[in-house]
């Protein structure tokens, strides 16, 4: 099958794309963004993700037909690109020459009102760096199946890197968006759940003490720099700590939330034991 071909940059339909990889702004406004890579759009149209157009080249047909023949089939509108428009397309360096304009699924994961959470809850709070957002996401799919909450002034999870590095958890978790700790908290604590702040402090309960295996649990991580608000770890039920010998005096928020989720994942599957 033909499909009609893009080879200028100029070419409104991929600098529209564009505009999505380079902006959230864009991304919110339009409830659209750009994603980029063989394996990630294929897992975006198995996701149940709406896909509005892909954009190929010729050499991406030849090395990846079967990931581009699941992408095809779901995608509206398709076109073919020349290697200078999947440049512009991509913020990789050595583009695979994939990319897909998705409906944003934001639109459902807006505020915990009328939320129900039964399971175990990672709440992250303030996360900057997409990279650290996106590996938490991959963390917590591969761990367990949590009820993930953003809350306060996250980052994009639409964004090129944090999709890059959820490699796919973004369109599989059940994620919500919520401004308000309070909010949060009132319908955590409403739903019978514990939940433990996660501070760098010694003087706070160590995660490793904690029984995870009993009732249910929502653990609250702060942004890299700063931690959590203090008016959000005041709020928990308790503050919680990685125990750790070394001199370090606090982990990146990626790997502190790995081992935070290790041990609710654990607790969780003793439970269920």
Request: with cysteine; hydrophobic share 40%.
């Amino acid at each position: 099958m033909e499909y009609p071909r893009i080879t200028s940059r100029r070419n409104p339909l991929a600098k529209a794309a564009a505009a999505l990889a380079g902006s959230a702004r864009e991304r919110r406004e339009r409830r659209r963004f750009l994603c980029e890579g063989a394996r990630l759009c294929r897992d975006a149209a198995e996701s149940g993700i709406r896909l509005e157009a892909c954009f190929f080249t010729a050499q991406a047909m030849e090395k990846y037909p079967e990931y581009l023949k699941a992408v095809l089939t779901r995608s509206k509108e398709a076109y073919e690109i020349s290697q200078e428009v999947a440049q512009l397309l991509s913020a990789t360096k050595t583009p695979q020459g994939v990319f897909c304009v998705c409906e944003s699924p934001a639109s459902r994961w807006e505020n915990v009102t009328g939320l129900a959470p039964e399971g175990p809850c990672i709440v992250l709070e303030d996360i900057q760096d997409p990279g650290n957002l996106g590996t938490i996401l991959r963390t917590a799919e591969a761990l367990g199946r949590f009820q993930v909450f953003l809350l306060g002034n996250c980052c994009d999870p639409l964004s090129p890197k944090a999709l890059r590095a959820s490699m796919g958890a973004v369109f599989r978790l059940e994620l919500s968006l919520e401004s308000s700790p309070e909010r949060l908290l009132a319908l955590l604590h409403g739903r019978g759940y514990q939940t433990h702040g996660a501070v760098p402090r010694e003087s706070a309960r160590k995660v490793t003490e904690v029984d995870f295996s009993k009732g249910l649990h929502s653990i609250f991580i702060g942004n890299e720099g700063s931690g959590l608000r203090p008016g959000t770890a005041a709020g928990c039920g308790d503050c919680v700590t990685i125990p750790m010998r070394g001199r370090a005096e606090s982990l990146n928020a990626a790997a502190a939330a790995t081992v935070l989720i290790w041990e609710l994942a654990r607790g969780e599957r003793s439970h269920g034991g």
